[in-house]
C-alpha cells in the first residue's frame, strides 16, 4: 500500500512538497513505515502566521454559538472515523489501540467541555454593589495563538488547544511533534473538510528548529501554548519575553506515589502499574516515583514486581499487548542509561531493565518495564524525570517523611496518597507541592472540568484545561452603563 505524503496545510489549502521529505517508522515495528512527511520551511511558517492573521477578524466576529456548531460537526467527523485515528496514534506513537482510543475518547471529550464552556461564557454577569451603573464582562478574543504539541498525546492534546482557541475566537497555527505529524495531519483533514473559514486553523509540520523561530518571532502572535519538555518549554518562554504575548507552558514532571500503612495494598499496587507503565510510562502526569512506608515497604514491592513482570509487551497493534514500545531509539538508550546509572548509585532492579525476546525479524524500541528499589533522594532516579517504563521506589519513615520527599525536586505536576486516615489525606491535599493531587487514584486520573497545572518547572502561565482555557483565551473587557 502506498504511503501518503503528508504536508502542512495553510491558508486552507494543502503545500505542495517544500522541504524534505522525513519518514516515521512505528517504535513497535521499527521496519514498518508509519508516515511520511514534507517538511516545511521558516517562510512557510511565516505565511501560516499570516494566514492566521488576515482570518482573525472575521472569524472573531462571528458569533459564538456559529463558531461552537462548526467545531462540533468537527468532533464529530472524527468521532466516526475513531478507529483510523487510533490506528494511525499506534503506528506513529506505538501505544497500544486500547490506549490508542482512549485517548481519542479523551481529547473529544476534553474538547465538547471547551465547547460548552465558550456558550457559558456568552451568558457571563456581574452584579454590580453601585446603583448608579449597570455591570457587564465581555470576553473578547485575543489574536493568532501557536500551538505546539507533543508526540506522547498526538491528538488528544491538539484538541484540548485548537477547539477552545477556536471556539473562543481566536486564530491558530498548529506545530505538532516530527515524531507524530501523520495524526496532526488526519486531524486537518477533517478541518478542511468543515465550514471553518480558511486560514483560521493552520498546520506547519517541520522541525522546532527549522519553523519554530518563524512562529515565535511573527508580529501577529499573541500567544503560544506549549506542551513538552521543561527545557524547550523555558526556551520557547525566553523567546517571548518582553512581548505582548500569553504564555502557557506544560511540561515535565516527577510524580510522586505516596503509600501509607494502611492503604489497600492491592489498589496501590494497580495505581502504581497503571501510572508508571501505561504509555511505556511516557505520559507527563504518570508516576514517576513510589514513596511507600517502610513497614510495608516489602510486601508493596514484592506485589509490584509480579504484577510488572506479568505484563505483556510487544508492539502497540497487537491485541494481547499491555505495554508498547519507547518512541525512539535514543529514548531507549537514554533509559538504559539511567537504569545503569541507577544500579551505580545502589539501586537494586527488581524486573526488567532489558530488552524482552523478540522473535527473529522482529524490531522495535521495547524495554521490560522496570522496578528499582533501595531507591534514596541522592540519586538521579529520585530527581530525574525518565519519562519511560522505570518505577523507582523510595522508603518513608512516616506520613510526614512521605510527603517531605514527594515535595523534593523541581518539578510539581502531580502526586497521589494512598492511605485510609482521613487526615492524612486532607493534609496532603492541602500540602504537596503539586498542581494536581489525589487520594487513593493513580497520578494520571484527571477530568475535563478541571485544570492541568503544572507548578514549579513543570508549569508557566494559566493552565490548560477546565475553565481556565476561558481566561488564556480570551481577554476581559468591563462596561459600565449609567442607570
Not at 508493596?300 to 506479568?310: D, E, I, Q, Y
Not at 523541581?410 to 497521589?416: E, T
Request: glycine share 10%.
Amino acid at each position: 500500500m502506498a504511503i501518503r505524503l503528508h504536508t502542512s496545510f495553510i491558508n486552507g489549502k494543502r503545500l505542495p512538497r517544500s522541504g524534505p521529505i522525513v519518514k516515521r517508522f512505528n517504535p513497535g515495528r521499527t521496519r514498518q513505515e508509519a508516515s511520511r512527511c514534507s517538511h516545511a520551511t521558516a517562510d512557510a511558517a511565516e505565511a501560516a502566521m499570516d494566514a492566521a492573521s488576515a482570518s482573525f477578524p472575521c472569524w472573531s466576529d462571528q458569533p459564538v454559538k456559529e463558531r461552537v456548531q462548526i467545531l462540533e460537526h468537527v468532533l464529530q467527523r472524527i468521532e466516526k472515523k475513531a478507529s483510523g485515528f487510533a490506528r494511525m496514534i499506534t503506528g506513529e506513537n506505538g501505544k497500544t489501540l486500547k490506549e490508542s482510543r482512549l485517548e481519542v475518547a479523551a481529547g473529544l471529550a476534553d474538547a465538547r467541555f471547551h465547547l460548552a464552556d465558550a456558550l457559558r461564557s456568552r451568558k457571563e454577569t456581574v452584579s454590580s454593589p453601585n446603583t448608579a451603573a449597570r455591570t457587564r464582562l465581555f470576553l473578547e478574543p485575543v489574536g493568532v495563538y501557536v500551538l505546539i504539541t507533543p508526540w506522547n498525546f498526538p491528538l488528544a492534546t491538539i484538541l484540548r488547544k485548537l477547539i477552545p482557541a477556536l471556539a473562543f475566537g481566536n486564530t491558530a497555527v498548529v506545530k505538532p511533534s516530527g515524531y507524530t505529524p501523520g495524526i496532526a495531519s488526519l486531524l486537518f483533514d477533517v478541518v478542511a473538510a468543515a465550514k471553518i473559514p480558511v486560514g483560521v486553523a493552520n498546520l506547519v509540520l517541520g522541525g522546532g528548529s527549522e519553523v519554530g523561530p518563524a512562529l515565535t518571532a511573527h508580529e501577529a502572535l499573541r500567544g503560544v501554548s506549549f506542551t513538552g519538555s521543561t527545557a524547550n518549554g523555558l526556551h520557547i518562554a525566553r523567546s517571548v519575553a518582553g512581548r505582548d504575548v500569553r504564555l502557557q507552558l506544560e511540561m515535565g514532571g516527577k510524580n510522586s506515589l505516596l503509600v501509607l500503612q494502611d492503604a489497600d495494598l492491592e489498589a496501590a499496587v494497580d495505581a502504581a502499574v497503571v501510572g508508571a507503565f501505561s504509555c511505556a510510562g511516557q505520559w507527563c502526569t504518570g508516576t514517576g516515583r513510589a514513596i511507600v512506608e517502610e513497614t510495608i515497604y516489602d510486601a508493596f514491592c514484592s506485589r509490584l514486581v509480579g504484577r510488572t513482570n506479568a505484563l505483556v509487551v510487544g508492539p502497540g497493534d497487537n491485541p494481547k499487548t499491555q505495554m508498547g514500545p519507547l518512541i525512539s531509539r535514543e529514548s531507549l538508550r537514554e533509559t538504559r542509561e539511567a537504569i545503569r546509572i541507577a544500579r551505580s548509585e545502589g539501586a537494586r532492579v527488581r524486573c526488567g531493565g532489558k530488552a524482552p525476546s523478540l522473535r527473529k525479524g522482529q524490531g522495535g524500541n521495547f524495554l521490560l518495564p522496570t522496578v528499582l528499589s533501595d531507591v534514596d533522594e541522592t540519586m538521579a532516579a529520585f530527581h530525574e524525570e525518565l519519562f519511560a517504563p522505570v518505577l523507582p521506589v523510595v522508603r518513608a519513615r512516616n506520613f510526614e517523611d512521605g510527603l517531605r520527599l514527594a515535595n523534593q525536586g523541581n518539578f510539581g505536576l502531580s502526586a497521589s496518597i494512598f492511605t485510609n486516615n482521613k487526615k492524612y489525606a486532607e493534609v496532603f491535599l492541602r500540602k504537596v507541592e503539586a498542581g494536581i493531587a489525589h487520594v487513593n487514584l493513580h497520578t494520571a486520573f484527571r477530568t475535563p472540568n478541571l485544570p492541568v497545572a503544572g507548578w514549579r518547572d513543570s508549569g508557566r502561565g494559566i493552565p490548560e484545561c477546565g475553565r481556565f482555557a476561558r481566561d488564556f483565551y480570551t481577554r476581559p473587557r468591563a462596561a459600565y452603563v449609567a442607570t
